[in-house]
């Protein structure tokens, strides 16, 4: 058997404008048509725990780039779950990115937890109150939590390095279902490959099963005249 569902999402801050890929292009340009007459001024893009964060940087350094062309004074502040900047891809990554949102003026607030309440931000640890005129959310991931198959407090399916669903004999996992802390195509192809050749020997082939290697390559885009961050790491150890 192999399982190949995908997260699900919940919603993380109830009074902000959650990114909706099927109403992405719509909410963002209300939100650029706000900026744009001034009526925003303050910004804040908010990355919780569990969640890909990869957009909330691409999201803020557009912004920022389009209301510095419009001449609009525009406050952007990142609030994100990680220890630093896209921290899952290392100290060199994390280091050059939070560079680059130093230059383009965007403050970012690390290591957050964040509750919203009457139109404040309540960001801990400190419990600091912060006020945007607007907030931007990823949402927050969740696993499938399939009945009768093990999961961790998310729904997430725990895999092995071979996609091998732990504490379940002949079950495997690939995609964004499993534990592993990337949601990304590249990762599920990776995983896909390896419950394959799991089944294949489980089958009786002649071939010894690999792990998937965990490398992620990713490109961040930091400016509208298609510059962009290359980059690539290796997930290990969680």
């Not at 569902?5 to 959650?18: F, Q």
């Not at 303050?42 to 780039?65: K, Q």
């Not at 490398?215 to 290796?234: C, I």
Request: net charge negative; charged share 20%; with cysteine.
């Amino acid at each position: 058997l192999v399982i190949a569902a995908g997260a699900r999402t919940s919603d993380v801050l109830p009074d902000a404008v959650a990114i909706d890929v099927s109403r992405m292009d719509a909410s963002l340009h209300r939100l650029i048509e706000e900026i744009d007459s001034g009526s925003v001024r303050s910004l804040a893009f908010v990355a919780p725990r569990p969640t890909w964060p990869l957009p909330v940087y691409e999201l803020a350094l557009l912004v920022r780039e389009h209301a510095r062309e419009k001449n609009v004074d525009l406050a952007v502040t990142i609030i994100t779950s990680e220890q630093g900047p896209l921290a899952v891809f290392g100290e060199s990554v994390s280091g050059g990115v939070a560079g680059v949102l130093v230059d383009a003026g965007i403050q970012t607030i690390v290591g957050a937890r964040v509750q919203s309440s009457s139109g404040e931000l309540i960001v801990h640890p400190g419990e600091q109150h912060l006020r945007f005129d607007r907030g931007v959310a990823l949402p927050r991931l969740a696993g499938p939590a399939i009945t009768g198959l093990p999961a961790d407090a998310d729904g997430f399916l725990p895999v092995t390095s071979r996609c091998e669903v732990t504490g379940i004999e002949r079950v495997y996992a690939a995609g964004d279902a499993t534990d592993f802390p990337v949601k990304f195509g590249g990762i599920a192809a990776q995983q896909a490959d390896a419950a394959a050749e799991s089944i294949a020997a489980l089958s009786g082939a002649p071939i010894e099963p690999r792990p998937f290697d965990g490398v992620v390559h990713g490109a961040l885009v930091s400016g509208r005249e298609h510059r962009r961050l290359y980059f690539t790491a290796r997930i290990e150890g969680g």
